[in-house]
């Protein structure tokens, strides 16, 4: 054999260890230090959590090639990972590879934050050549809905791949214009498979949801490299009571057809000034952490309406009194608002009213009793407590005057029990006292409590 063989012989067997060499050090990278599963167990089979854990690793590294923007969203995932400190020990039990992702449940939610994204076809099939199986739902884009257009065009809303019995979902999430995210309802067409998903246990879909934008960071969790919201709890709170409702623009349209929207300065001059007090009280009372929710008239132009009553001249919201403090009047001074009354006390009738401009805001505080919830009123000049009973109702979230704010889910009912239901048609004329369908008379505040209990500025 030639001498100036046997050299090129020599170096490419060099080369091919070094090449060997690099290889394993991949290798050790990827699955010993990031603690995957092994291949196999110790009985050559896989395990469920094994399979589970490949599944989401496959669905990831696509996700990433393609820059899917997602986060890990799924309740489940999410719980074992705010519990972590708590579970340290008993984490020992579960799956040592795979402690977070692998849940009992056999799927894996995650949000995609669709305005970050470009849709890209070829990332659906490269999905399918994985051996991913794909189920799209689209829907309705509410983001072009409003008052004078009704929205025609679909977006997807969801998407659900399923590998070995394994389901990914992904949420798309959309900017909407009160600068919050929102997702769609999942609903079936008559054509889509049924049986593709286990759908009762999906964390996201049985109604429409709205969030705040979370803050996100990277981390690594069972050696995958995972986006996670920075404040786990924030985050699954927000997720119980995400429940949205649409504006209902077609019986708005329907609404303002027959009576149409007052034009003239004052009432222009009064839905800007309306809406950016309630701007400034959202921002006031997410401040100091108190939930409300639109309340009286307000509420009805929201459901009537898609917008404020312009005659009404001051805007309502309710709170549930457990969520008062005491320091609320403080905040909304310091908002720039002036105390205009204080009637009641926090363990009856309590009702707060500010000034900005020429704008009231009333502050209602509703008590739960039984299967009703309450909230009372007080005549300033004579002492006499009023008091308007609603059914019990829970909070849903909605858009107003580009807003994300609450209102009684059970919306029609709230609305009926305080305008009776006639509550369609405007009136002009409004006795607080006498006009509300749900009120009563509630006695009258004993005259040694007035200077307290009665306070007018
Ligand atoms: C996370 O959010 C909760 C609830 O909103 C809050 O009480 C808590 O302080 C937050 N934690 C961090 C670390 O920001």
Known sequence: MPRVNRTVVLSLLIVSSCVFLLFQLYYYRNYVTRSGPHILS???????????????????????????????ADTAALTLLSQDALRQRDRQTREPHCSFLCTDR??????????????????????????????????????????????GEEIPLHFLFRLHGYIIHVVFLYERS????????LRLKANMDRSFAPFKLLDYGRHTGAYDRPKLVLTVLDGLDIRIPHNITRFLSEQRHAHFLECRYREARTFLQL????????????????????????????????????????CLGWFRQCSVISYSRDVDIGIFIVDFKSDIV???????????????????????????????????????????????????????????????????????????????????????????????????SWDWKSSPSNVQENGVWPPAEWEELIQVY
């Open 330 to 428: 403080a905040a909304f001074k310091k908002a720039g608002l002036l105390l205009k009354h204080k009637f009641g006390k926090a363990d009856d009738s309590l009702e707060l009213s500010f000034v900005s401009g020429d704008v009231k805001l009333d502050i209602f505080f509703f008590y739960e009793e039984g299967d009703i919830v309450w909230n009372g009123g007080t005549q300033a000049k004579s002492g006499r407590k009023f008091k308007y009973i609603f059914p019990r109702f829970s909070l849903c979230w909605t858009e107003l005057l580009e807003l994300k704010v609450r209102v009684p889910c059970e919306t029609l009912d709230y609305v009926t029990a305080n305008y009776g239901t006639t509550w369609s048609i405007p009136v002009r």
């Open 42 to 72: 110790q009985t050559g089979h896989l395990t469920a959590s094994d399979i589970q854990w490949q599944t989401v690793k496959k669905f990831l590294a696509l996700a990433q090639h393609f820059r899917l923007p997602l986060f890990l």
């Open 178 to 185: 009160g600068n919050y995210l929102w997702h769609g309802a």
């Open 259 to 298: 009576y149409p929207e007052d034009s003239s300065p004052a009432a222009v001059d009064f839905r800007r000034n309306a809406k950016s007090l309630l701007h400034i009280a959202a921002r006031t009372l997410a401040g100091l952490d108190i939930p409300f929710w639109l309340s009286s008239g307000t």
């Open 106 to 151: 056999p799927i894996t939610s995650f949000a995609l934050q669709a305005n970050l994204w470009k849709h890209n076809a070829n990332f659906l099939l490269a999905a399918e050549q994985k051996g991913f199986e794909l189920l799209q739902v689209r829907g309705e884009d509410p983001r072009l809905a409003s008052l004078d257009t009704l929205s």
